[in-house]
């Protein structure tokens, strides 16, 4: 068969740091690769391609489309599908990622024949498998298809405990992309998962929910090997916590240095693990890490509590302490706001940041993310159901001071935290930053410390943007030529001859 999978493009509505952070479609690498060399597979980055989704559907003639998302790319994974049945309605859809397993009433269209839920890997291959073979595919578990206009769910997959058994991301689909893409400051860099799920329950985040509450891991030894299988010299690591498992975490540094790996890695840690393992931070600042993000996230133990961080203010100045004055390793800090906020909030925030000297802080509106507990409990309170401004930068719950006066304090923070050129400067010098990215960190500034920028296009219908952009659309005249009444139904019928061709 011939699989297109697509990165939707960013939606022109989310603010700042769209900017700064465009690595490669990791998602889609892990699929593909779930179900090369026996299909014929391509992956297109609408995000840094121009090429239209119709002229690559003409071109290459896929079979199956496929895109994977979360909430702020919703109305883009729509636009896809619906387009790509337009182009040809004999064409299989899938839809996958944490909003479309999490909420997939969201993509309860027509236009869109499947939803792979949770881990794609191992469900996408037998899905293909089964298309191409015109068999049943309510024998899948972990997929929703459409029967006579409804959505029909399949027993629930279980997630893969063996992460080693799973194929390494299939980068060579998108190496010819790798000039475009960035991750912060650096320019062409891997981005590596070595583990997936995080042991602790935030309240503001919906990886725990995804992952079944579970938490599994690559053994070092496979993490070393695609180490080995990467030509740059700047690795993120995008596990939700890569401290989590300490010995793992060290022995995967100690294999690193004794190949001989020389690389500059980022990685997301919590702030109490840098304390119980200071030693472990030093491994790693001895193999080549110089940037670690942070969730700081609260500067109150009462604020910590209330999103159910499970720390305390006293162990993240410890980390502080550690990673920047002890180990001289840059913090990039996560701080969240409350749209309760009020201007000494605000106040207190900047104040806490230039005195504990964050190199790179971040913050972020607390946010219902669709699918978690959260989202539930705060349903009734959202102003909009806007996907597009899900991005952690827009207030979608009631703010307690005007809008236009929020929207000012949050770019007075980053107005007042952000680096002075001159230590910008210092660190191109030092090699910690290429000065190629000095235009995109302008760039950023310019978007995050403007008001204005925040207000752009948020003062449309409050009516959901999946909603409003297909109210009153005649699906049964766009998509006049599908003439079944459901997918089963349909891989069955003899005369569709287009799923057997590969």
């Known amino acids: 068969m011939r699989i297109l999978l697509v990165e939707p493009p960013i939606s022109s509505k989310m603010v700042g740091y769209t900017k700064m952070i465009r690595p490669e479609p990791l998602a889609l690498e892990f699929v593909a690769a779930s179900v090369l060399p026996e299909h014929e597979v391509k992956i297109l980055d609408l995000r840094v391609d121009s090429t239209p989704l119709e002229s690559e559907i003409a071109s290459f003639q896929p079979n199956l489309v496929g895109t994977t998302g979360y909430t702020t790319d919703v109305p883009e994974m729509l636009h896809i599908l619906r387009n790509v049945k337009e182009s040809d309605s004999d064409i299989v859809t899938v839809a996958g990622g944490f909003h479309a397993s999490l909420c997939p009433q969201d993509f309860n269209f027509d236009f869109v024949d499947i939803i792979v839920r949770g881990e794609g890997e191992v ?101 070393l090997e695609d180490l080995k299988s990467v030509n740059s010299n700047m690795v993120s690591f995008v596990d939700d916590e890569f401290f989590q498992n300490p010995r793992r975490a060290g022995h995967i540094a100690d294999l690193t240095m004794a190949e001989g790996i020389k690389k500059q890695y980022w990685a997301q840690v919590r702030a109490d693990d840098i304390v119980r393992w200071p030693g472990l931070a030093k491994k790693w600042r001895d193999t080549g890490m ?7 996230e609260k500067i109150t133990d009462e604020d910590l509590s209330s999103v159910n961080k499970r720390t305390s203010v006293a162990i993240n100045d410890q980390a502080i302490k550690i990673l920047q004055d002890d180990l001289g390793i840059d913090i990039w800090g996560s701080f969240i706001v409350d749209p309760k906020w009020t201007r000494s ?110 207000l752009r296009d948020i003062h449309e219908a409050k009516e959901p943007t999946v909603w409003r952009q297909f109210k009153g659309l005649d699906l049964s005249r766009r998509l006049k030529r599908i003439k079944i009444k459901g997918l089963k139904e349909h891989l069955k019928s003899k005369n569709n001859m287009a799923w057997g061709e590969t």
């Open 123 to 223: 469900t996408f291959r037998e899905l293909v498998d089964t298309v191409e073979n015109r068999g049943d595919i309510e024998k899948i578990e972990g997929i929703i298809y459409r029967e006579k206009g409804k959505q029909v769910s399949t027993p629930h997959r279980k997630v893969s405990k063996n992460l080693d058994g799973l194929p390494l991301p299939a980068r060579n689909l998108t190496d010819h992309y790798r000039n475009k893409y960035h991750f912060h400051f650096w320019e062409n860099p891997y981005v590596m998962e070595t583990a997936r799920g995080c042991p602790y329950r935030c309240t503001f985040c919906s990886v725990w929910v995804f992952h079944d509450m579970k938490t599994r891991y690559r053994s070092p030894e496979r993490v």
């Open 290 to 296: 110089t940037s670690i993000f942070l969730g700081l």
């Open 345 to 454: 909030d605000f106040d207190s925030l900047i104040d806490y940041v230039r005195s504990k000297k964050i190199a790179f802080p971040s913050f972020t509106v607390l946010t219902p993310l669709p699918g978690t507990h959260f989202f539930q409990e705060k349903m009734h309170e959202l102003t909009t159901r806007n996907y597009e401004i899900f991005d952690l930068l827009h207030a979608v719950l009631p703010t307690n001071m005007p809008l236009e006066e929020f929207y000012s304090n949050m770019a007075r923070l980053y107005a007042n935290t952000a680096l002075s050129w001159n230590e910008l400067l210092r660190r191109v010098r030092s090699g910690r930053i290429p000065i190629s990215a000095l235009g995109r960190i302008r760039e950023l500034l310019k978007d995050v410390t403007n008001p204005q920028a925040y």
